[in-house]
């Protein structure tokens, strides 16, 4: 890791707040004052003096706007963006396309300070996220008693529907408020609930919510959800074996997850629910069950679920890379086999057995491979006649395996 050498650069990517050019450091209001390119939304051109630069939209479709901006290479050029370029902004997307050494970034405050600040909330004690160009329901795993949440919105339908959101899940009495042109003359605050959401919002806002729980909320951990927290059809991943295979699947940041033989998705949904921008590719042949899974991603807030239809180990090729791989289903020596080369160093391999072919196969692994094997049976109070006992689930064999470097 090094610091980028900012003598290389000849891209500024600067933050502007409502306040405009009065509210530039000297040095980004000469870069703006001297560019010759300014490439930006309607709204950042309208808050500018430069008069001799050429203008430069967004370009549409977005995807466009890397080879947009590298064809002005060699004039001076500036992008205008809200805020913070680094957080939630196009600078993640912008260091995917260039060199970090032919950009520098140049911040303004960010929504989420100003909105906090207005609030009188402490940044560290709040979640900030974001639906502006993803689902609303992303957000869903954050809901929680006390919660605070400051959100960049889509547009002006935003309020509503993060209200029903909130709703359904019991948290109807939540204040939600919209502020929008902070740091401006036109600077305004809604204010409402998500029984009441506020109402005559701008598109551009942001959202802070202050999640209270009613009598009937739904109180869920990030891991370890109930069974019926999901729709299903019997065959799935139980809650207590799952919370067993997530401990040792280890999910992590922008982490990769190949769930084989997915089912109603709940290993897979987990995983992107204990960890920021953990992905999951769910490996499915049975369609209803694809149909269940995409359904719980969903409800349970984790809507980009990918799923694939066909069966391991022919659904393999071509994926991502994957840093764990879950094997609930369709377990033979040919997809743990494939699994294990795909997986990256240091990755982790979780299956299951319940049946004594399948156990038969995972106990071969462990003889050839080594790891991790255990029986785990879990056994539930449940009543016999007017009285109460234990009745047990079908013990599963787990083998884990950790890839070495």
């Not at 609030?119 to 809901?143: C, K």
Request: aromatic share 6%; with cysteine.
């Amino acid at each position: 890791m090094s610091v980028p050498d900012r003598a290389l650069a000849w891209l500024h990517v600067i933050g502007i707040g409502e306040d405009g050019m009065a509210g530039l450091a000297p040095a980004a209001r000469r870069l703006v004052e001297d560019a010759q390119v300014i490439v930006g939304g309607d709204r950042h051109h309208d808050l500018i003096a430069n008069t001799m630069a050429e203008r430069i939209a967004w370009p549409s479709p977005f995807d466009a706007m890397i080879d947009t901006i590298r064809a002005q290479k060699g004039k001076r050029v500036v992008v205008l963006v809200t805020g913070d370029p680094l957080w939630y902004s196009v600078g993640a997307r912008l260091l995917k396309g260039f060199d970090p050494h032919e950009i520098v970034f140049h911040p303004q405050l960010s929504a989420f300070q100003l909105a906090a600040c207005r609030l009188g909330w402490s940044i560290p004690d709040v979640e900030t996220l974001t639906v502006h160009g993803r689902a609303a329901e992303q957000i869903v795993p954050f809901f929680a008693p006390g919660a605070r949440l400051l959100v960049l919105t889509r547009d002006a339908t935003s309020p509503a529907t993060i209200a029903a959101l909130l709703r359904d899940r019991g948290y109807g009495a939540s204040p939600m408020t919209a502020l929008a042109a902070m740091g401006g003359a036109d600077e305004t605050v809604l204010e409402g609930s998500a029984d009441q959401p506020p109402e005559d919002v701008p598109d551009f806002h942001t959202l802070a919510i202050e999640c209270i729980a009613g009598a009937g909320a739904v109180i869920h951990p990030r891991t370890g959800l109930p069974d019926e927290a999901f729709t299903h059809d019997g065959k799935m991943t139980k809650r207590a074996v799952r919370a067993v295979a997530l401990a040792k699947l280890v999910p992590h940041r922008g982490a990769v997850l190949w769930d084989v033989g997915a089912g109603c998705g709940s290993v897979g949904i987990e995983w992107m629910r204990a960890a920021p921008e953990a992905r999951a590719i769910g490996i499915e042949p049975n369609a209803e069950r694809r149909v269940m899974a995409a359904q719980n991603a969903l409800v349970l807030g984790v809507p980009k679920l990918d799923l694939v239809d066909d069966e391991a180990p022919a659904a393999l090729e071509g994926l991502d890379a994957p840093d764990a791989v879950f094997v609930g289903g369709g377990v033979n020596r040919a997809v743990i086999g494939a699994c294990m080369v795909a997986l990256k160093p240091l990755g982790r391999l979780v299956a299951h057995a319940v049946t004594l072919e399948s156990e038969a196969v995972l106990q071969a692994a462990y003889g050839e491979f080594g790891g991790e094997l255990q029986r785990i049976s879990v056994e539930s109070a449940s009543p016999v006649g007017p009285y109460k006992g234990w009745r047990p689930a079908m013990p599963v064999t787990q083998w884990s395996w950790v890839k070495k470097p």
